[in-house]
């Protein structure tokens, strides 16, 4: 493999930190499950608009390829390779009442991590027999979950178009076909092994084997963004009891995507902010400042609608899950008080 072709207005951390100098040092090696450098930047390669550009096939390539991913991982989450990852899951420790309780701006919060089954490849090295088995562990696991968690799996394979398109439509349910997933070989096999967990009321969702092996969910309308940790660390420790993650004490839960490491979780909140909006600057001021992302509201890579934001924590390692959750809360405190003011 030659050095990839990457345009000069590229402006992915994958450009910024893919030297020739790294390239070489790096372009013959690959993991135990034959992960190689080309595989781990093809996405970005292929996707000039990318953020990032990267993917791990498993936890060893953020060893193998640490030239990358270790400015990757500093510049995005700011944590160095001497850091070390904790973890705080007690709802007592969160301080947020529902900054919003007349549901004049907030009008919806989701909160979710990533979680990869231990001593398994991640997506972009699975094989299918390795995702089948997975789905097979992780649907055994959710079986035993109860009370408000308790609920159904639905494989993609055999859904209808209209229930998989009204799943996503009501943001319940992954896209199909994201060309960056693409780029790194995680759509492969395409819908086998892949499906959705849900509660009747769809406040507590699991994803199976997208960009990570789970993707548990809690989300539900208004903004009482305690009550949605609450639900979530509620079912993060059943789900643990049954299936052992990736973990390691220095990048915390092993995701795929770099940006996911350590607590793997984006606290959202849907978020009218129509008169902001028409100052972006400003906006970017306040989002800047509590270190927020912000998304249309069809997910990653979409744009608003009706001046109705994705607002998220874009940290998610070297700081605990209560301080994710309390980033996307004071910023948003900070936004509401902001769009009042105008
Ligand atoms: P992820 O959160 O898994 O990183 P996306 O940005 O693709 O990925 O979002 C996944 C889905 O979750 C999308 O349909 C998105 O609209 C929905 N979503 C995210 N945040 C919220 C929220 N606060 N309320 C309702 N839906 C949300
Ligand atoms: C990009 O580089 O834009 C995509 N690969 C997505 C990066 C961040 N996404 C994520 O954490 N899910």
């Given at each position: 493999m030659n050095y990839p072709k990457l345009p000069k207005e590229?402006?992915?951390?994958?450009?910024?930190?893919?030297?020739?100098?790294?390239?070489?040092?790096?372009?013959?090696?690959?993991?135990?499950?034959?992960?190689?450098?080309?595989?781990?930047i093809?996405?970005?390669?292929?996707?000039?608009?990318?953020?990032i550009g990267v993917y791990a096939g498993d936890e060893e390539s953020y060893m193998t390829f640490s030239a990358l991913f270790d400015p990757i991982i500093k510049e995005y989450h700011g944590f160095d390779t001497s850091?070390?990852?904790?973890?705080?899951?007690?709802?007592?420790?969160?301080?947020?009442?529902?900054?919003?309780?007349?549901g004049e701006y907030i009008v919806s919060t989701r909160i979710r991590v990533g979680r990869n089954v231990d001593?398994?490849?991640?997506?972009?090295?699975?094989s299918k027999e390795q995702r089948d088995e997975v789905e097979a562990r992780v649907v055994e696991g959710l079986s035993t979950l109860k009370g408000e968690l308790a609920g159904s799996y639905t494989p993609l394979?055999?859904?209808?178009?209209?229930?998989?398109?009204?799943?996503?439509?009501?943001?319940?349910?992954?896209?199909?076909?994201?060309?960056?997933?693409?780029?790194?070989?995680?759509?492969?096999?395409?819908?086998?092994?892949?499906?959705?967990?849900?509660?009747?009321?769809?406040?507590f969702l699991v994803w199976v084997n997208e960009e990570d092996q789970l993707r548990i969910i809690s989300m539900q309308q208004g903004g009482d963004i305690k009550e949605v940790f609450t639900r979530l660390v509620t079912a993060i420790k059943s789900i643990e009891s049954e299936v052992t993650f990736a973990y390691n004490d220095h990048l915390g839960y092993i995701t795929s995507c770099p940006t996911n490491l350590g607590t793997a979780m984006r606290a959202s909140v849907h978020i009218a902010l129509p008169k902001l909006a028409k100052d972006m600057d400003a906006f970017k001021t306040i989002t800047d400042k509590y270190h927020l992302q912000i998304r249309g509201i069809h997910g990653e890579h979409s744009q608003s609608e009706g001046g109705v934001y994705d607002i998220s924590n874009r940290r998610r390692l070297g700081i605990t899950?209560?301080?994710?959750?309390?980033?996307?809360?004071?910023?948003?405190?900070?936004?509401?008080?902001?769009?009042?003011?105008?």
């Open positions: 590229c402006t992915s951390l994958l450009c910024k930190y893919l030297t020739p100098q790294v390239f070489d040092a790096l372009k013959d090696k690959k993991t135990s499950n034959g992960f190689t450098l080309e595989q781990t093809n996405s970005g390669v292929k996707n000039i608009d990318s953020g850091d070390t990852h904790q973890s705080n899951l007690n709802p007592d420790d969160l301080n947020a009442p529902n900054p919003d309780p007349k001593a398994m490849p991640l997506g972009p090295a699975i394979l055999g859904m209808s178009k209209e229930v998989q398109e009204s799943l996503i439509k009501d943001h319940f349910l992954f896209k199909e076909g994201d060309r960056f997933l693409d780029a790194v070989g995680l759509n492969r096999n395409w819908p086998e092994g892949r499906g959705i967990y849900h509660n009747s009321d769809k406040t899950e209560v301080e994710a959750v309390q980033d996307m809360y004071d910023g948003v405190v900070a936004l509401i008080e902001a769009e009042k003011a105008l």
